[in-house]
């Protein structure tokens, strides 16, 4: 089965992904509301009442709204998110007096290969981000991978080894250096986000996407590398659309396969052809879920 991408809303005011297996729908992050994100996906033939998963990178507030709870109780909604954040979760609950039925739908991982979707395998790595990190995810189905990391301020080598192959990358770039530096924003937020644990900048992630396609060509050749990279997370203050398209159009193998995602625009549907099996690779999928 095939997976498609569709990024509702990425950067500071709210983030929001859908992950489409066939039939089946799963939201990455829901930093917009359920009315937003409902109005967002006009046009993609699906609306909110289709989502059966919500899997967070993190919960910080622009990736975790609220309002999404009664929605998930409603519909039954299965929530994913970092072990280490599960105080955060049970005290979001507790301020809508929704604690007991939302810790009901909630799955708590760490390291372990979960599935989110009877069809979708996904595989967590931590990032470094602020005090508790994020994770990114290779998602997998029988014919695609979607490699997704956002909110984090170092390109890990491992990262690196797990996302080659990948038919669709979503990496984030989130600002210019030098726009940074000369921006108003006070020093101490500049040092947070350009010290390693904070935000990726263009040129880091340019170095990553760039290593993720040389190790793909490396290990599968060059009929496996990406059919789709999509930009995530642009700062509106400290980013140029046109200066991030340019920097990453100087590559030829980029250019034609290049989107930005937006914080109010959608994309479109993205999606990989089939595929034949990786080198080596083991398309059987497990669990190993723990629910909290």
Known sequence: ???????????????????????????????????????????????ISHI???????????????????????????????????????RLARLEDLL?????????FDKEV??????????????????????????????????????????????????????ILAIESNYDPEMQLQSARPQR????????????SNLEAMELVRKILDRTAEKYGLEHQPHHIVLLHRSRQCNCP???????ESDARIAPILTLAHQFQRTDWLGAPDRKALPGEQLSMFSTMVTS
């Open 242 to 248: 046109i200066k991030l398209r340019a920097l990453f």
């Open 114 to 167: 979960f599935n989110p979707l009877s069809a979708v395998s996904c595989t967590p790595i931590r990032l470094q981000h602020d005090k508790k990190g994020s994770f990114g995810f290779l998602m997998q189905s029988s014919r695609t991978r979607v490699g997704y990391a956002t909110d984090f301020g170092r390109p890990l080598p491992e990262l690196v080894e797990l996302f080659s192959g990948a038919g």
């Open 189 to 200: 937020l500049k040092k947070r986000i350009m010290g390693g644990a904070g935000h990726l």
């Open 1 to 47: 089965m095939n997976l498609e991408l569709c990024v509702l809303a990425s950067g500071s005011g709210g983030n929001a992904s859908l992950l489409r297996a066939g039939p089946e729908v799963m939201l990455i992050d829901a930093g917009i509301g359920p009315l937003t994100a409902d109005r967002r996906m006009i046009g993609t033939g699906l609306d």
């Open 100 to 108: 007991k039925p939302i810790m009901a739908l909630t799955t708590t």
């Open 52 to 90: 059966r998963a919500i899997v967070l990178t993190h919960l910080d507030g622009d990736h975790i709204n609220p309002a999404w709870f009664r929605v998930m109780l409603r519909q039954n909604i299965r929530i994913y998110i970092p072990g280490n954040q599960l105080k955060l979760l049970r």
